[in-house]
DNA sequence: TTGAAAGCGCTAACAG
DNA sequence: CTGTTAGCGCTTTCAA
């Protein structure tokens, strides 16, 4: 008659850990109850409550995720992609995210997608049923087809925009117009920007910005590229700059600038004085390099956290806000030492 | 008498995806020979296993990895620990695991426990049941501890050895070694050692075989700190060095390092002309701050991957390779320009 | 080789 | 307020 349970059959987990039916034979309860003292505990007497809750303690009873996951579909775990684990932009996002997971009780699953629109894919496919909603940070993956995966899923977009969809990302139209008017001011006519990724959401609004601004400000503007969002990208993205004698360049990203700088340095040309580099998103590294980077600037772990937010915040309370937000997250721009005036040149 | 999936309870997952029986009742056969179609080939017939994997490619079936994890107890998750998230050093070990992780068909969750042994402690057990095993990085747990926790439970360190524990590490006697001979080598005649975390086991270990190196080689030898193991540490930990005259400084590691360049700098004291700077990790940035990083270098990134490689193997061929392995990787000593001719002080 | 049935640990109607 | 009873989707004996 009571609902032993039946061995015969290996236990899961770290040597037979109590279940449920363990506590509620002990305590001399149903299963059910023990259940509910622990997720509904307004639903049992003060008194069984407690009795239960300290039988548990007494055993060491912690419920199992997994199982209570399985009926309810609720996994308490959220994913977050991002294209390249070792970009040290993503490290903020990276930990705003954990500690806000952190904090509302989820477990944070972390995936690399190696820049790769179809790995991405993948990998929400793959997770889909392990997690109850993803976090995507720049991610790669054509509008159309962000806007089909979050059908049915819960999605938010960090550092992209897609209509229809949850996102935050940091304004990158105010910061590139910064951008420009920083360098007008410094007398260069002209500016050239190494692209990164085609994909990259931010690169093109960072282009579209940049060269919207320096056409009201009369300035030239050309892009080249596109370039590996990455230090190895310098190389090609200096050489380029230099074959267009280029006064003033924005890089994609501060990792880009890096190999810029580097390249340059390599080729002899002085920063700022032959040619200024702008970079984006103030990384680590970008207040010690040499010379220190001038770059956009903004509150990535909070962009991390925000995301992150979003989806709980839905998990938690089903129904309110179900409308899709989109966060615009202030960005400024840090002067430093790789900016000055234009070279006269001609 | 057919298993109808009753309805009457909500589906998990997005919208109603095919399960087992779904595939089941469709290609006329059984759940269980639709089960082993998937996961015993071998047991199936080669006529019944296409039939059913064809309607279930048909139905777009995938089966669901929670409620195959709950009666196995194998959920394909192992959880990576690491002590802080934001520095870089983690990054390499970081992609290292999420990499083999991918390889073997695993899914990795990260957690940071911001250098604490108590938030270690905790992730450990609030995760032992969703995960197959650990990665723990950089531990911050006491021996004893962790010899406890890795009963019954799958654990492998990286950067930390503990006895009877599967652990991954780079050799921090010989690269400890090296620095001091380089040292000695131009001329310096002490050495400083400005410590990180007590708990940091790779930072004894340094302190450990830097000591009886300088004692050996004639060379004084002196531990000041601790001190945080960021940046935001440095500050400190340069001025204590000055008080101390030092003319030679080994960080606990190369964001410290930083954080010690940037000081000196403020205080106006030339690298390496009146001290020389040493660092552990080459984390990135350390080849383009200023100057450029003198470190011990080591293949971090095979760090994360062999350290997750002992618990999939472990995992996929039980009994096999039972004994605990320690795995000492070799570190070199990257010679930049930090380090120089001991100054003609006295 | 295949089907029926029991059950992993937990939650959630449904009675009482 | 509490016990009984079905499952969640899948795996795995046990028979046939």
Redesign the interface.
């Known amino acids: 008659m009571a609902v032993q349970s039946t061995p015969g059959r290996?236990?899961?987990?770290?040597?037979g850990?109590p279940t449920i039916h363990d506590v509620a034979r002990e305590a001399g309860v149903a299963a059910s109850t023990v259940s509910r003292a622990f997720t509904n505990p307004g639903r049992v007497s003060t008194r069984t409550r407690e009795h239960v809750l300290a039988v548990a303690a007494r055993l060491g009873y912690?419920p199992?995720?997994?199982?209570r996951?399985?009926?309810?579909?609720r996994?308490y775990?959220v994913a977050l992609l991002v294209p390249d684990?070792?970009n040290?932009h993503f490290?903020?996002l990276?930990?705003g995210a954990?500690?806000q997971a952190?904090a509302a009780n989820y477990?944070?699953?972390?995936?690399?997608t190696e820049e790769s629109a179809a790995v991405e894919t993948r990998h929400v496919?793959r997770?889909?049923?392990?997690v109850d909603g993803f976090v995507l940070a720049s991610s790669r993956i054509p509008d159309a087809q962000v806007r089909a995966l979050s059908k049915?899923?819960l999605i938010a977009l960090a550092n992209r925009e897609v209509r229809d969809v949850d996102s935050v990302v940091i304004n990158q139209a105010h910061g590139s117009r910064q951008i420009v008017e920083h360098l007008a001011s410094l007398g260069h006519r002209s500016i050239v920007f190494l692209a990164g990724p085609r994909a990259s959401w931010a690169g093109s609004r960072r282009w579209h910005a940049l060269s919207a601004t320096a056409k009201q400000l009369g300035l030239a503007a050309e892009r080249l590229g596109p370039f590996p969002p990455a230090m190895a990208g310098g190389a090609a993205a200096a050489d380029a700059a230099v074959g267009r004698h280029a006064t003033a360049v924005v890089a994609h990203n501060d990792l880009l600038a890096?190999g810029i700088?580097?390249r340059l340095a390599q080729r002899g040309l002085k920063v700022p004085d032959d040619m200024s580099v702008v970079g984006y998103d103030d990384v680590?590294?970008a207040d010690?390099?040499?010379p220190p980077l001038t770059t956009l600037a903004g509150p990535i772990e909070e962009v991390g956290r925000a995301a992150a937010s979003v989806i709980f915040r839905k998990l938690d309370r089903p129904g309110v806000d179900a409308e899709p937000r989109q966060f615009v997250l202030p960005s400024h721009l840090v002067v430093r030492g790789s900016t000055g005036p234009a070279p006269r040149r001609f």
């Open positions: 290996r236990r899961r987990s770290p040597i850990a912690r199992d995720p997994l199982a996951a399985l009926p309810s579909g996994t775990t684990i070792t040290p490290f903020g990276i930990r954990e500690r952190d477990t944070l699953i972390l995936a690399d496919e997770l889909s049923r392990s049915g899923r890096f700088l580097r680590f590294g010690f390099c040499t």
